[in-house]
């Protein structure tokens, strides 16, 4: 598999300069925290209108009725926030997969993807967290059970439970990791729309190429780290100086404003490469088009 992965970031960035429609997402997820935003005020009206004490410092254990409303709605939020970050990746499979197929994107593909991809998005997602938690779970378990045996095999079983777990953890992080990485392009071609059949497909090719999916991974992880290290590198001063005056605010702000615009694009950016790495590794059409051009030399006669 011949991969020319400069010539495929040199796509992604002119197919990102073609399709500006890619960010509209983020303009629907601004707005949507906004309303969030709106939420949690009404929420905090809603509760001093009641008369319930939101001070959780109190040395005093608080009312049984204020921790279950904050409960309540601290998952609500919880529930809402994890919608809109779902929602927001949904919308972009079907943009991505169609500016590195079509190279052009239009708003139908956003509003395809979000009916199409958030549900099983959320399914994917809920199964890469059971799939951590329950092993965890189960070793916490053990190491209580150890205790009530007694607190030397407590304590000693804790010790080898914790390795254990850290130990399962990592692997467990890896896989899923490098074994989903092209999991949404993946989805965006896939006739199995089937959370459980998307993850076996995503393993099986990561099993097939996984030196390609290490190459992408660095690619990305790289340019992203090197990015956002220059970012804080130019923020750094702001954080070590004691008392910022008014002028070093003024050159803060559009700073950081600037910093976040940069890492806005370079995210949209490698997300592009991401899907060309893995249309490109399937098609020999991308391959073709990323290629130079070579002169033709006419024959002489």
Known sequence: ?????????????????????IFLPLVYGFLAFLGLGVLV???VIFFKVL????????????QLSTLVFLSLALLLDLCILI??????????????????????????????????????SFKIGLLKCTA??????????????????????GIIGAIVVGLVALLIFVVLSLV?????????????VSENLEAIKLIKESMKYTKEHLSHVLITWVIIFGIGLGVEGIFRIMTLPFYLIDS???????????????????????????????????FNSTTTTIIEEVKPKRKQVKKEK
């Open 1 to 21: 598999m011949n991969i020319q992965y400069g010539q495929l970031l040199k796509k992604s960035w002119e197919d990102l300069k073609k399709n500006y429609i």
């Open 41 to 43: 005020v009404l929420e």
């Open 51 to 62: 008369g319930l004490n939101l001070d959780l410092k109190l040395k005093v254990m608080p």
């Open 83 to 120: 919608l809109i970050s779902i929602s927001i990746s949904s919308m972009g499979i079907e943009l991505f997969t169609a500016i590195a197929k079509n190279k052009k994107a239009t708003s139908q593909d956003m509003w395809n993807g979000l009916k199409k991809y958030t549900f099983l």
């Open 132 to 153: 951590v938690i329950i092993p965890l779970l189960v070793l916490t378990i053990i190491a209580l059970l150890g205790f009530r045996v007694s607190k030397t095999v």
């Open 176 to 188: 899923i990791t490098f074994g989903l990485f092209f999991i949404q392009p993946i989805m965006g």
């Open 244 to 278: 910022i005056s008014p002028i070093l605010i003024l050159i803060a702000i559009p700073l950081i404003f600037i910093g976040i615009f940069v890492l806005i694009v370079v995210n949209y950016w490698l997300k592009l490469f991401l899907f060309n790495s893995y």
